[in-house]
């Protein structure tokens, strides 16, 4: 199947808002909790990538929104900060995906999260884009009576799965999807729902502390040998609060180099991106990762003019 790889490389952009969570989950990949620094990645940042990676034919216009919870910058930044990332993506084309554990539904400040979502579902604002609203939810989260209230909102007035769907993402018989499942069907059989059932808990971040789930060898290279293999999918450069960066989603931040430079300021693309390959390819060949040989990795991060 690599015979047929054409050699280009499209990428989106993970940007970790923040790894601050509500929920301390025994599964979570990025070992978030409320614990965890309350350091919200700088919008201005996002935005300055956002167009950094547009100038390069490669970037592909999608960008998910990731933690921690995501939501958090309403208690630990300002009101502001969701709305005009939201409207700020959105003017420069790119489709949005939010990954939250609508715990928030159930807060005080629900009423005006919600109205900023409506955003992400607004026909004119959107232009073409299609965004997406990723829920998670499983015997873990502890989140179902946000789950529920979001079925809720998400069937009354101001929602209308016109450019925002909503995703429920879960594992095999879990017994919490089972029943939401069940109760979305009957009180809300015609909210389109889309839900994304995995096979099994990774035994990465908390899960491998906790000794839950099931071991998936170099898993944290897997979405890059995903997209040799399946040449429609993308790599990932990802954006973290403490304003580093990493080709990939990196939880244990040893693939991750520093985006500012030493003058204080955000490095230019074609500073930073020689930065994340070298440290990328040095990080798989330590970790003696076996997936796809170094050559090939090379030969599609690493333009023809600069190997
Ligand atoms: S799995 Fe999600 S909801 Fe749970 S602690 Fe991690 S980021 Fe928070």
Not at 178 to 186: C, E, L, S, V
Not at 277 to 292: A, F, H, R, W
Request: aromatic content about 12%; charged content about 25%; proline content about 4%.
């Amino acid at each position: 199947m690599l015979k047929e790889y054409s050699p280009y490389l499209n990428f989106y952009m993970n940007a970790y808002i923040t790894y601050y969570c509500n929920r301390a989950c025994k599964h979570c990949l990025t070992c978030s909790s409320p614990k965890s620094s309350k350091e919200i990645l700088p919008l201005e940042d996002i935005l300055f990538y956002v167009k950094e990676f547009r100038k390069n034919t490669g970037f592909v216009n999608h960008i998910v929104l990731n933690g921690g919870e995501p939501t958090s910058a309403y208690y630990h930044n300002s009101h502001s900060y969701m709305p005009t990332l939201y409207t700020e993506l959105l003017k420069n084309k790119c489709n949005i995906e939010l990954h939250s554990n609508a715990v928030w539904a159930m807060s005080k400040k629900a009423d005006i999260i919600w109205q900023d979502l409506k955003i992400l579902d607004n026909l004119e604002k959107c232009g073409i884009c299609e965004n997406l609203l990723d829920l998670s939810s499983d015997q873990y989260h502890n989140n179902e009576n946000g789950i529920k209230e979001s079925l809720k909102i998400l069937s009354g007035p101001g929602f209308g799965n016109r450019k925002l769907w909503t995703k429920i993402l879960s594992f095999n018989n879990d017994p919490i999807i089972n029943r939401i499942k069940d109760y979305q069907i009957k009180k809300y059989p015609s909210l389109r729902i889309d839900y994304s059932i995995f096979n099994d808990i990774v035994k990465t971040g908390r899960a491998k502390e906790n000794n839950i789930g099931i071991d998936i060898p170099f898993f944290e290279y897997c979405t890059e040998y995903n997209s040799f293999v399946n040449i429609w999918s993308e790599f990932i450069i990802s954006l973290y609060p403490d304003r580093t960066a990493s080709i990939g989603c990196d939880h244990s931040g040893k693939r991750r180099v520093s985006y500012i430079s030493c003058d204080g300021k955000l490095k230019p693309l074609e500073q930073l991106y020689p930065e994340l390959v070298n440290k990328y390819i040095s990080c798989y060949q330590s970790d003696g990762c076996d997936l796809l040989s170094v050559n090939l990795l090379k030969q599609t991060l690493i333009p023809k003019h600069a190997r």
